[in-house]
T-cell receptor
Framework: EDKVVQSPLSLVVHEGDTVTLNCSYE??????LLWYKQEKKAPTFLFML????IEKKSGRLSSILDKKELFSILNITATQTGDSAIYLC????????????FGQGTRLTINP | KAGVTQTPRYLIKTRGQQVTLSCSPI?????VSWYQQTPGQGLQFLFE???????NKGNFPGRFSGRQFSNSRSEMNVSTLELGDSALYLC???????????????FGPGTRLLVL
C-alpha cells in the first residue's frame, strides 16, 4: 500500500533552535514530493521536490529529496514562534490517475 | 485573485443527518480535490473532480459523494452522518488535473464539521 510517514509526529523546541523534519515514502511511479505548512486552517505550499540532491531554499527553510532512499527532510534554522505549525509532507504519484497522498504531519511548537 | 473559498466554515450536525459542503476554486482552476483531516488519521484524500467528472476517489464509503458544476464549483455530500465523520474538510484547487509534477494545489480554509 502506498504510504507517506513523517517523523517526529510532534516536536517542541526553543526559539533560535534548528529543526529537521523527516518524511519517508513508499509509492510507485513517483512524480514529486511536496511540503506544506498548516497554521490554522488551509495548508500553504512550501516546496516541491522532484530531483534527488537538489536543495530548495526559502529564507530559513530548506528541503532536499533522496529518491534512492525514498525520503525528504525539511530544515528550519533560527526558528521563530511564527514557525509553530503542522508541517505536512505529500507525495504525488501515478496509479491509473495522478494521486496525492499525505503524511500524518509533524506538529512543531516553538517556545519563546 | 481570490483564493479558494469554502462554505460553511463551521457546522454542527447530529448522527444520521446529511450534510453538503461547498467549495469554490480559484478563478480559472478546473480541478478540485477534497480531503478529510482528523487528528488521528491526518489528511486523507476523498476525491478529485475535473471538468465535472470524478477522476480519482479515495478509500471512503459510499456515504461520501461529490460533484462539480460547469463553473468548477464543487460540492461534497455526506449522508447518514456518524460521529467519526467529525473532521476538518479541506478543498484544494489546481489549474489542471494530471499536469506537470507538483502542479500546485491551493487549499481553502476548510469546513469544520462536528457530528454529535
Amino acid at each position: 500500500e502506498d504510504k507517506v510517514v513523517q517523523s517526529p509526529l510532534s516536536l517542541v523546541v526553543h526559539e533560535g533552535d534548528t529543526v529537521t523534519l523527516n518524511c519517508s515514502y513508499e509509492v510507485t511511479n513517483f512524480r514529486s514530493l511536496l511540503w506544506y505548512k498548516q497554521e490554522k486552517k488551509a495548508p500553504t505550499f512550501l516546496f516541491m521536490l522532484t530531483s534527488s540532491g537538489i536543495e530548495k531554499k526559502s529564507g530559513r527553510l530548506s528541503s532536499i529529496l533522496d529518491k534512492k532512499e525514498l525520503f525528504s527532510i525539511l530544515n528550519i534554522t533560527a526558528t521563530q514562534t511564527g514557525d509553530s505549525a503542522i508541517y505536512l509532507c505529500a507525495v504525488e504519484y501515478v496509479q491509473g490517475a495522478q494521486k496525492l497522498v499525505f503524511g500524518q504531519g509533524t506538529r512543531l511548537t516553538i517556545n519563546p | 485573485k481570490a483564493g479558494v473559498t469554502q462554505t460553511p466554515r463551521y457546522l454542527i450536525k447530529t448522527r444520521g443527518q446529511q450534510v453538503t459542503l461547498s467549495c469554490s476554486p480559484i478563478s480559472g482552476h478546473r480541478s478540485v480535490s477534497w480531503y478529510q483531516q482528523t487528528p488521528g488519521q491526518g489528511l486523507q484524500f476523498l476525491f478529485e473532480y475535473f471538468s465535472e467528472t470524478q477522476r480519482n476517489k479515495g478509500n471512503f464509503p459510499g456515504r461520501f459523494s461529490g460533484r462539480q458544476f460547469s463553473n468548477s464549483r464543487s460540492e461534497m455530500n455526506v449522508s447518514t452522518l456518524e460521529l467519526g465523520d467529525s473532521a476538518l474538510y479541506l478543498c484544494a484547487s489546481s489549474l489542471v488535473a494530471g499536469g506537470p509534477p507538483g502542479e500546485t494545489q491551493y487549499f481553502g480554509p476548510g469546513t469544520r464539521l462536528l457530528v454529535l
